[in-house]
C-alpha cells in the first residue's frame, strides 16, 4: 500500500498516451502513480482519436497539436515554430554545436529543429506552468521518454522542479532508428542530451544495457551516477498458457513486419523447424505491416507451398492477443529482432509460461536467459536457419535449454508489473519530497 504525500502533484510527459493505442505500458503504470499522488497531469506531444479511461485524479492537458478536425494540427505547430526566433535561435545554436563534433548532417538539423519546436511549446504549455507554480504540496516531472518530451527539463530545472526522465530504447540508442540512405544520419544524434545528466535528479532505465550505453555515451563524469536507477517495464499477471491438447507445435511472434524485425528470418526459421519436428507446427505471427518488405512474403509463400500453417493476423488490440495466449497452447515464442531495449511482447510471453528464442540485442538478454527462461541465441544465428533449427530442437529436449526453462518464475522475479510501478512510484515520490 503507498501513502500518498499531502496534496502532491506529478507532471507526466508522453508522445501521445492516453490518446490512441500507443504506450500500452502506461495504462497499467499510471494506476500505480495515481494512487502514489494526489494529482496526476498528463501532457501528451499530440493527440488522437480515442482517449483511454483514466483514474480519477489524472487530468489530461492540451496536446501540442492535435488530428482532431477545427483543432490545432501538425502543420499548425510547425508553421509556428517557422516564425518564432527562440526555436530558430536554439536551433542554429546546437547546429553549430554538432558541426564542430564531427555530426554534421542535413537531416541533424532537421531532427534538431523539430526538439527545439517541442521544447518552445512545451514551455509555454498549461502543464509546465502549472508545474512551476505548484505550491499546494510536493511535485515532479516525470517524462516517461528521453527524447521530446523531455525537452521542458531546462525551464523546469531552473524553477526548482525534480525531474525524472526515463529511457527506452529509440529515445536512447543512436542506432536504434538508423536509416538507409542520405537521412541516415537523422537517427545518428541526440540534441542537447549531453546536459540530461545536470538538468534532471533521477535517469530511470528500463535495462542495465541501457544505463551501461547511457554511461558510456553521454555521462562524460561520474558526477551523475547516483542519479541512474534500473525501473523495469512489467506486464500483469493474466495466467499461465493452456496445456497442450492438439499434436501439433505452435511458434508465435509479435512485432510490426518491419526490416528491424526480421520477420522473414523467423519464417525462414519456422520452415526448416517444421522439417525436424516429429509433428506439424503451425505459425501465428501478430503485427501489422509498417512497410511492404517482399522478402517477408516471398519467405511466407514458400511456408504456405509446403502446406506449412501460417496465420498472419495483422494489427490486433492488445486484448485480442491476450485472449489468444489464454486460449492456444504455444509451445514457443520466436524474436529475431536486430534492435530492442527490453521488448514486452517476451515478458507477455513469459508472464504465460512460454520459454522464448530471441537474439541478443540491447536489453533483451535481461529477459531471455538460456536454460532459464528460454534460449538467448546471437545475433548472427537467423542468418543460418538450418543450423539453428537443430539448435533448437536439442534445446527442446529434456534437459535441454529449453527443456529445463521455467519462464513463469523468470517473469515473477523480474517483470511483476505490480511490484516494479510500485518500485518506481516510490523513487519519484522520494524525488518529490
Known amino acids: 500500500m503507498t501513502t500518498k504525500n499531502s496534496d502532491s502533484a506529478l507532471f507526466l510527459f508522453t508522445v501521445r498516451f492516453p490518446f490512441g493505442d500507443g504506450e500500452q505500458f502506461l495504462c497499467e503504470e499510471v494506476v500505480h502513480l495515481s494512487r502514489a499522488f494526489d494529482h496526476v497531469f498528463i501532457q501528451p506531444m499530440f493527440g488522437v482519436r480515442g482517449c483511454r479511461q483514466l483514474p480519477h485524479n489524472c487530468t489530461v492537458c492540451e496536446p501540442l497539436w492535435t488530428n482532431e478536425t477545427g483543432k490545432s494540427g501538425k502543420k499548425t505547430f510547425y508553421l509556428k515554430a517557422l516564425i518564432n526566433p527562440l526555436v530558430w535561435w536554439r536551433s542554429m545554436l546546437e547546429s553549430a554545436y554538432a558541426a564542430s563534433s564531427g555530426e554534421w548532417?542535413?537531416?541533424?538539423?532537421?531532427?534538431?529543429?523539430?526538439?527545439?519546436?517541442?521544447?518552445?511549446?512545451?514551455?509555454?504549455?498549461?502543464?509546465?506552468?502549472?508545474?512551476?507554480?505548484?505550491?499546494?504540496?510536493?511535485?515532479?516531472?516525470?517524462?516517461?521518454?528521453?527524447?521530446?518530451?523531455?525537452?521542458?527539463?531546462?525551464?523546469?530545472?531552473?524553477?526548482?522542479?525534480?525531474?525524472?526522465?526515463?529511457f527506452h530504447r529509440t529515445d536512447l540508442y543512436l542506432d536504434a532508428n538508423a536509416k538507409n540512405g542520405r537521412w541516415i544520419g537523422y537517427a545518428k544524434y541526440m540534441p542537447w542530451f549531453r546536459d540530461m545528466t545536470r538538468q534532471t535528479d533521477l535517469l530511470i532505465f528500463i535495462s542495465e544495457d541501457g544505463r551501461r550505453y547511457f554511461e558510456k555515451t553521454w555521462a562524460s563524469s561520474k558526477s551523475g551516477q547516483g542519479k541512474f536507477h534500473i525501473s523495469r517495464l512489467g506486464t500483469k499477471?493474466?495466467?499461465?498458457?493452456?496445456?497442450?491438447?492438439?499434436?501439433?507445435?505452435?511458434?508465435?511472434?509479435?512485432?510490426?513486419?518491419?526490416?528491424?524485425?526480421?520477420?522473414?528470418?523467423?519464417?525462414?526459421?519456422?520452415?526448416?523447424?517444421?522439417?525436424?519436428?516429429?509433428?506439424?507446427?503451425?505459425?501465428?505471427?501478430?503485427?501489422?505491416?509498417?512497410?511492404?518488405?517482399?522478402?517477408?512474403?516471398?519467405?511466407?509463400?514458400?511456408?504456405?507451398?509446403?502446406?506449412?500453417?501460417?496465420?498472419?493476423?495483422?494489427?490486433?488490440?492488445?486484448?485480442?492477443?491476450?485472449?489468444?495466449?489464454?486460449?492456444?497452447?504455444?509451445?514457443?515464442?520466436?524474436?529475431?529482432?536486430?534492435?530492442?531495449?527490453?521488448?514486452?511482447s517476451i515478458m507477455e510471453a513469459l508472464s504465460f509460461d512460454i520459454p522464448v528464442v530471441a537474439t541478443n540485442v540491447g536489453g533483451t538478454s535481461e529477459a531471455v536467459v538460456s536454460g532459464i527462461s528460454g534460449l538467448l541465441i546471437d545475433a548472427q544465428e537467423p542468418d543460418d536457419p538450418e543450423s539453428l533449427a537443430a539448435r533448437v530442437v536439442e534445446a527442446l529436449e529434456i534437459g535441454g535449454m529449453l527443456g529445463r526453462s521455467e519462464p513463469k518464475k523468470y517473469w515473477h522475479r523480474r517483470f511483476d508489473a505490480d511490484r516494479n510501478y510500485i518500485e518506481l512510484a516510490q523513487m519519484l515520490r522520494e524525488i518529490a519530497a
Open 237 to 344: 499477471d493474466i495466467g499461465s498458457n493452456p496445456s497442450k491438447l492438439a499434436d501439433e507445435f505452435v511458434v508465435a511472434s509479435c512485432s510490426r513486419v518491419a526490416p528491424i524485425k526480421q520477420v522473414e528470418k523467423i519464417a525462414a526459421f519456422v520452415r526448416e523447424l517444421n522439417k525436424l519436428l516429429p509433428v506439424s507446427l503451425h505459425w501465428h505471427h501478430f503485427g501489422g505491416r509498417s512497410v511492404d518488405l517482399p522478402e517477408v512474403s516471398a519467405e511466407v509463400n514458400l511456408l504456405k507451398s509446403e502446406n506449412i500453417p501460417v496465420t498472419f493476423w495483422g494489427h490486433v488490440d492488445h486484448q485480442s492477443l491476450i485472449e489468444f495466449y489464454t486460449r492456444n497452447h504455444v509451445d514457443l515464442f520466436v524474436n529475431f529482432s536486430s534492435s530492442e531495449g527490453v521488448p514486452v
Open 105 to 166: 548532417h542535413p537531416s541533424v538539423f532537421a531532427k534538431i529543429f523539430m526538439w527545439a519546436a517541442y521544447s518552445a511549446a512545451l514551455e509555454r504549455s498549461v502543464s509546465v506552468t502549472t508545474a512551476i507554480n505548484w505550491k499546494k504540496g510536493p511535485r515532479v516531472a516525470y517524462s516517461y521518454w528521453g527524447h521530446t518530451p523531455a525537452m521542458a527539463r531546462k525551464m523546469l530545472n531552473h524553477a526548482g522542479v525534480p525531474i525524472a526522465v526515463r
